[in-house]
């Protein structure tokens, strides 16, 4: 989605569980007509979870008939994007020809690389009758010598990612691995992601096999050495410890991380790089149209100034 991410500081909870590196409130941003985000990262006072640079948890919003999502084409580069769904359904159009359903459990990757433009709407059914929308949409920054790779996308249906069931624990494997198990989705560098829900009194090991972790709250609560936690949060962990997540009631949560990239980034409205200059190129190729466009779409976001 094409939302200007947020570099300004926004401070933590305070945290006393010393395997807790960092716990994020997420901020809420209106995105207008009732449509609100709570984005996780980029934080001030971390900018990376793995290659997770971006995190952003829109919904639940109701759309009445009608009414729906409009995100004209809008350019990225250098970056991946998840886009993750509990609720509703958003039609996906890339300048690679790419037009896709995405639906709830679904994992849709696309891939920007150099470069690639795309709109997100509605789909036509859902907008004559309505829908209520809840999702998830991370970007994943690519390593450097993957910046530039040319564009792609991956999309696998809900009954075609591995899920784990197991007391009280179900658990969609969406990227990488967790749980025993191996998502198909190809990556170009190390990172997993995994949707996990649990009934109240269960507990779940965040295994300590990824260099870097973190859990986001969707909705809920856990506890964590004896301190609780209530959703939407970002919890972020120190890496080499073994963690334990008790359920405190009904929870729903998402497992992600990865290996840290080489350095960090710069991050411009719907551009990531680890080169200034290669965002200033995206920006006057955005502004000139010499990005490929999205094949029946015949609007298009400005880009800001």
């Known amino acids: 989605m094409s939302w200007f991410p947020d570099n300004d ?8 569980c010393d395997a807790l590196e960092l716990v994020i409130v997420p901020r809420t941003r209106d995105l207008g007509d009732g449509f609100t985000v709570r984005r996780a990262l980029p934080h001030g006072k971390r900018q990376m979870v793995g290659p997770f640079i971006f995190f952003d948890h829109f919904g639940p919003v109701q759309f009445m008939s009608g009414k729906g999502m409009d995100v ?3 350019p990225h580069i250098g970056l991946a994007t998840v886009t993750y769904l509990f609720d509703g359904s958003i039609m996906h159009r890339d300048s690679e020809g790419n037009v896709r359903e995405i639906q709830p459990g679904a994992m849709n990757l696309m891939t920007a690389g150099r470069g690639i433009a795309h709109s997100e709407r509605t789909p036509d059914l859902q907008r004559k009758n309505g829908q209520k929308m809840l999702g998830l949409q991370s970007w994943i920054a690519l390593p450097a010598g993957s910046e530039e790779i040319a564009p792609s996308f991956q999309h696998y249906a809900a009954a075609d990612l591995p899920v784990v069931r197991d007391r009280g624990v179900t658990a969609r494997v969406i990227a990488g691995q967790s749980f025993g198990v191996t998502s198909p989705v190809t990556m170009v560098s190390p990172w997993f992601y995994t949707e996990v829900t649990t009934e109240e009194g269960v507990s779940v090991p965040l295994e300590a096999d990824h260099e870097e972790r973190a859990i986001y709250l969707v909705d809920g609560e ?10 939407p949060r970002l919890l972020i962990f120190r890496p080499g410890d073994r963690i334990t997540v008790k359920a405190a009631r009904p929870t729903r949560m998402m497992f992600l991380g990865g290996d840290a990239l080489e350095g960090p980034r710069h991050i411009w409205w719907n551009f990531v790089s680890s080169n200034k200059e290669r965002i200033e190129q995206a920006k006057q190729d955005w502004k000139t149209g010499r990005f490929a466009t999205v094949p029946n779409e015949h609007e298009f976001i400005p880009l800001p100034e």
Do not use: Q
Not at 9 to 16: C, E, I, R
Not at 222 to 231: A, D, H, K, M, T
């Open 222 to 231: 856990v506890e964590i050495s004896n301190e609780r936690y209530e959703g």
């Open 9 to 16: 500081p926004v401070l933590g909870d305070v945290k006393s």
């Open 72 to 74: 004209r084409p809008h």
